[in-house]
Each structure stands twice: as C-alpha cells, then as structure tokens.
C-alpha cells in the first residue's frame, strides 16, 4: 500500500515551500515572452526544479536539462523498473501572462498559502506536476512497491501550443521508447471529492480576425452613413459563425457525432456535480448559465465548438476615444474544436465562413496563429479501469468519475497518433474556482498530495499487471 502520510508530510515540507518560490518567478510561456531567453525567468524555473529533485536523492533517477537550438529546455527523467514497461509521466513549466482582476492580497507572482490553497500563477498549471511525478515515485521506493521503468517529460511551451514539444520527443525519441502507459498531470477535476479521468480534450484553433475599411481614420460625423463600419462588418462576419443568441456553432463541418459512452459519462458525472457543473464559474451579478441542464452543459464544453473572443486591436480604450469612423477592427477569435475534428478541415470552414464574399467588399483576413487537434482516450484496459477505481476509493473514499475537458493538450494528441496502443490516465487539479489563465489561480493542496498518491498506486498496479 502506498503511504499517505508520507506523501502528505513531504508535500508539506517540501512541496509546498519549493512551489511558492516557482510561483514567484514570472516565466512566462514563449507566446508572452519572446524574448524569454534574456530575461532568464525560464530558467530560473528549471534551475529552481533541477534542485529540488536532486535534493529528493533518489536511488537511480537520472535528471537532464535538454536543451535544442531556439528551442524552450525541456526537463527529462529517467527511473530504471521492474519488467519491460514503460510509464511517460507529462507536466509543464511555463504559464500563462498574469491577467488583471486579483483580489487584495493575492497577486500572480506572490505565493499566498490560505484555507489549505497556495494562490499564485502556474502552481495548478503546471507546475506542481514535475514536485508531484518525483514525489510519486519517492513515495513507491519508500513502500518498497516495484513499478515500471519511468520516464518524466517536464516541458516549457505547453501554453504556447507546445511548439517546441514535437522537436524534442523526436529528439529523445530512442530514449523513451514505447510507453504502454501515459500519466498526464495538466487536466481538470470536476470537484476536490474523487479521482477525476479525462476522456477527451478540445481542439483548438486560435487567429486574428481583421476587417479593413479605410486607409485611415477619419471624422465619423462625415463619414457614418456612406464608410461602412469595420466593427459592424466584424459582427456580421461572425453571426455566419455563431448564433448569436443561443452560442450555437452554425457551420456543419465543426460537428462530429458524441460517442454513446462519452454521453453516458457526461449524464453521470452531472449526477455528481448537479449545480456544481456551472457553479463553478464567478458569474457577475445575475448572470445565468447558457443551459439549466449539467449534462448539456457537460456535453456543450467538451464535445460541442464554442466561440470566445479573447482579444481586440484598434479599439481606442475610452477614455481616449474620439468620433473617429476607425479604419480596422481586428478580433482574436478563440474556437474549440470537438476532440475528433481533424483542426485542419475545421480551420478552412472556419476561414470561409468567415472571409468568403465580405460585406461591401471590405479586405477580410483570418490570420490563424494556432490549429491543434482535439484528443479521445482510447478504451480503459481492465487493469486500468480497476487501478483508478480502487485508486479513487483508497485516497479520496469515493468512486472514480470520468468526463472530457474542454481546453487543449497538445502533447495528447501527439502521443496517441505516436504510441497508438498506450493506455492514458489524464488527470488534474484544475477544479472548481482554481481559474487556470486567470486571475486568482490556486492550488488546492490536498487534491495534489491525494493525486500524487493514485498517480503512485496506478504505476505500482501497472507493474503488477505487466502492462
């Protein structure tokens, strides 16, 4: 049996301390800071990491700082096992920019330890992944519990789309091997009450929507009524894409047909959550949910495209806009993609709808700066289905729950196409209010030491399964 309070008491000893110091360094991923390399805060993260796993001291893990021309560094570990199986453990170490909107006393780069959650940028996403990999192991040599040969791939892109990721693991490629299981730590949970296994991830495709009308700005007061405004342009392009009244995607070819499982799983795990499905979420005021149903809402976030625009150019803030009929708009359209839409077919219905026959022959571009396609897990293995089950009701007392996510993991995808017969186990701590890429990101400290430990069991039943 795997010791919790071993686990426990090294999270609070050792985690918890080296998490809030990465918490302070502002390593940004390489999308927000391209001159990364200069400013030297990924590095810092690395270094920061590097020591802490060598001060664990464990017998056989071999540590290396793999690091390619142009590239973010990769951390890689390696722990000799039992058989001839081989376990990919996945976490990443750049975060997302710091956001507005913390509240007082709280702030991206200060660690904030209240009512047992450690506040801060990238704690939860994801830097508590590589303390959690190695504490996992830790904790299997100290119950004298034989495991698999491990390979831990600690990344520094991820929040860019991990573009710098496919060079490495062709790089390593001999290295790692043919992994028959793959732990990945960067998910979601649907509460801080059970083990939680994602089924899918989204796809997404992200790009600039720009509408151009004018050489220049010039007097609205003469120009309204004959110059065509770019922004209303804008927003008849995108009602081709969107309803606007209910969110509902409208091309055709950004649908696939949900699974009968997947659909099952969705209708369970609103049994758990109910409420909580939506309750999650800091809605302003009376703001009420798309849908009243958990199970559509399930359905809507993780198998369904949905639209967010996430950012604007040439819009003046305010207070320094004056009647001016603007020359542009620019948009920053954010689409999530069910998982098993290819993002290439998707981005060229996207690019018609949206560019095909414009509104008074205005200059329309969709500048795509990302396509990546979703991730379905492959059908549980009967170890595995037990393993995570007996996992869920050991440390957490309560069964295991299952539902897709709907953010994007490029590394999933990359690894089912490459190691089509390896087994998944995708999990997280990314629940209810921890707002990941937003402000006021916290890490629920107890759901990471009761992770660490099913991470634990899990590649100690591998073991004994011989998978």
């Known amino acids: 049996m ?19 110091k990465y918490i302070e360094i502002p390593n940004q991923s390489s999308a927000f800071d391209p001159d990364w390399k200069r400013h030297g805060h990924m590095d810092r993260a690395v270094a920061l990491v590097v020591d802490w796993v060598r001060a664990q001291a464990l017998p056989g893990l071999q540590l290396e700082v793999i690091e390619l021309p142009g590239r973010t560094p990769l951390l890689w570990m390696e722990m000799p096992g039992d058989g ?13 920019p710091p956001m507005h909107g913390w509240h007082d006393g709280l702030g991206p780069w200060t660690p904030v330890l209240r009512d047992g959650k450690l506040y801060g940028r990238g704690g939860a996403d ?15 040599q100290h119950a004298r519990q034989s495991h698999a040969r491990c390979v831990v791939l600690i990344e520094a892109s991820e929040e860019s789309g991990s573009p710098d990721l496919p060079a ?44 151009t009308v004018l050489d220049e700005g010039v007097h609205s007061g003469g120009a309204s009524g004959i110059v065509p405004s770019s922004f209303r342009i804008a927003r008849q392009l995108l009602s081709r ?3 606007e009244r209910t969110g509902t995607i409208l091309p055709e070819a950004l649908y696939v047909d949900v699974p009968p499982q997947r659909r099952a799983q969705a209708d369970a795990a609103a049994r758990v959550l109910g409420a909580e499905v939506a309750g999650g979420f800091p809605f302003a005021g009376s703001t009420r949910p798309v849908s ?28 320094s806009a004056g009647n001016v009929l603007r020359p542009q708009t620019t948009l920053k359209l954010s689409l999530r993609l069910p998982p098993t839409l290819d993002a290439a077919v998707a981005l060229r219905a996207l690019r018609a709808a949206l560019t095909s026959d414009p509104p008074y022959g205005a200059t329309v571009t969709f ?9 379905h897990a492959p059908v549980l293995a009967p170890w595995l289905a037990e393993s995570v089950a007996r996992a869920s009701r050991d440390v957490f007392g309560r069964d295991v729950c299952f539902q897709g996510e709907g953010g994007t993991i490029p590394f999933m995808a990359m690894l089912g196409e490459r190691f089509p017969q390896a087994q998944f186990v995708i999990t997280g701590v990314l629940g209810p209010h921890s ?31 011989g998978a």
């Not at 001839?84 to 990443?92: E, I, S």
Request: net charge negative.
């Open 2 to 20: 795997i010791d919790r309070s071993f686990i426990d008491e090294l999270w609070a000893r050792s985690i918890v301390p080296a998490l809030s």
């Open 241 to 243: 894409l969107e309803d």
């Open 367 to 375: 500048d795509a700066d990302q396509g990546t396609t979703g991730w």
């Open 435 to 465: 707002n990941a890429h937003g402000p006021n990101e916290f890490l629920h400290l107890e759901t990471g030491a009761r992770l660490t430990a099913c991470v634990a069991q899990v590649l100690a039943d591998q073991c004994r399964a």
């Open 168 to 211: 490495h693991v062709e790089a390593l490629a001999e290295r790692i091997g043919t992994p028959s299981l793959v732990v990945c730590l960067d998910s979601g949970c649907g509460n801080y009450e059970q083990l939680w296994i994602t089924t899918s991830l989204r796809g997404l495709i992200g790009g600039n929507l720009t509408v």
């Open 126 to 140: 994801d830097g508590y992944a590589a303390f959690a990999c190695v504490a996992a192991l830790k904790a299997l």
């Open 292 to 319: 009243h149903d958990p199970a559509e809402q399930l359905l809507n976030r993780t198998w369904r495209p949905q639209l967010a625009i996430v950012g604007a150019a040439g819009l003046p803030a305010p207070s």
């Open 84 to 96: 001839a199986q081989t376990a990919l453990l996945y976490g990443h170490l750049d975060k997302q």
